[in-house]
């Protein structure tokens, strides 16, 4: 069993800062990447950030220069710093996780339940 457990949201002002942790806990391997993706209400989910094994990072335009991922790997948990918040922000946050379970398992793909953003203007 892998999970994915997200924390860190909240309600803050437009301009503002958050920080949002995944933890990820179980039978795990190895974690490829780690990545938060959002789901504001009546759209599609979209991506918003990346941070691989390898160190690769990358990020949604939206929110680059904004928000920044980062990863324990001790703790296989990553995070999100969200400063300068904008109402266009708000959303569900979700974590993903594509990782091995055993040496010789193929990458599957997990989530978390997500964590509410919202920011006030």
């Known amino acids: 069993q892998v999970q994915l457990v997200e924390s860190g949201g909240g309600l803050v002002q437009t301009g503002g800062s958050l920080r949002l942790s995944c933890a990820a806990s179980?039978?795990?391997?190895?974690?490829?990447?780690m990545s938060w993706y959002r789901q504001a209400p009546g759209k599609p989910r979209e991506w918003v950030a990346t941070?691989?094994?390898?160190?690769?990072?990358y990020y949604a335009d939206s929110v680059k220069g904004r928000f920044t991922i980062s990863r324990d790997n001790v703790r296989n948990t990553e995070y999100l710093q969200m400063n300068s918040l904008k109402p266009e922000d708000t959303a569900v946050y979700y974590c993903n996780a594509v990782l091995r379970r055993t040496p010789t398992a193929p990458n599957y793909e997990y989530w978390g339940q997500g964590t509410q953003v919202t920011v006030s203007s």
């Open positions: 179980g039978s795990i391997f190895m974690i490829n990447s």
């Open positions: 941070i691989t094994s390898g160190g690769g990072i």
